[in-house]
């Protein structure tokens, strides 16, 4: 009797353990498509995350490598951030510009 609840509490530990372990997705705080609608209503979205979907990557535009996606939204920075169209990516916002029609975000901790 005592090896079978022994042979239970064991198998139960190592479940807790790897559910504990388990990465847990966090939720971004917008979307590309509320980071938009946020921004043009004059919110600030700096040190909160966005989730979106790069439509073009541009290499080379004067901001450096620019990660477009929703209307008027561009994700620059001057790191290669190795993304191709279509792939979903998560980033934090350090800061905002809006030039010529279109928002200029800078970002942090890129996660694919």
Do not use: W
Not at 40 to 50: H, S, Y
Not at 54 to 62: E, I, Q
Not at 67 to 74: D, F, P, S
Request: net charge positive.
């Amino acid at each position: 009797m005592k090896k079978r609840v022994l042979a239970i509490l064991t198998v139960l530990s190592v479940l807790f353990a790897l559910t504990a372990c388990g990465a847990q997705a966090v939720k971004p705080d917008y979307t590309e498509k509320t980071a938009e609608t946020a921004l043009n209503a004059g919110k600030d979205l700096e040190g909160k995350t966005v989730q979106l979907t790069v439509d073009k990557l541009a290499p080379n535009s004067m901001f450096g490598y620019n990660m477009q996606t929703g209307k008027h939204l561009n994700f620059v920075s001057s790191s290669n951030p190795k993304v191709k169209a279509g792939d979903k990516v998560t980033v934090k916002v350090t800061k905002v510009q809006s030039m010529m029609g279109s928002f200029i975000i800078t970002y942090s901790d890129l996660k694919k």
